[in-house]
């Protein structure tokens, strides 16, 4: 049973990891976009709030965590549509060939499948 547990500790540090990762990658690109260039300091001080807000969250609750992204559906929604718009103007048709039945079958598997976990999860 412990071997499970290390294991499963291991995949726990693993998906923090990737989550602080994304977090403060996506927060100095943001940041360039804005055009605020961002010195070392100010990229230690987005690890460290990044690092403190996955540190308190927790605390707070799975029961609150649901209340504050049901309120932030909305902001989610309109940040969205306000990217996509900005964004349509770079779209492009398609100017390459078809890449053949296994890219596609591939594809297909991938939305059946998310399609039916996220149903799974509905029923229950």
Not at 28 to 42: D, N, Q, Y
């Amino acid at each position: 049973m412990r071997l499970v547990s290390f294991f499963n500790w291991n995949t726990q540090i693993g998906f923090e990891t990737e989550a602080l990762i994304l977090i403060v990658g996506a927060s100095i690109k943001l940041c360039a976009l804005a055009g605020v260039r961002t010195s070392v300091a100010g990229k230690v001080a987005i690890i460290v709030l990044a690092c403190a807000i996955q540190t308190v969250l927790p605390y707070f609750g799975h029961a609150t965590m649901v209340k504050i992204l049901r309120a932030l559906i909305g902001p989610f929604i309109a940040v969205f549509v306000v990217v996509a718009f900005v964004r349509l103007g770079h779209v492009h048709s398609p100017t390459t060939a078809w890449r053949g039945w296994e890219l596609d079958s591939a594809g297909l598997a991938f939305v059946v499948a998310a399609v039916g976990a996220r149903l799974d999860r509905v029923r229950k």
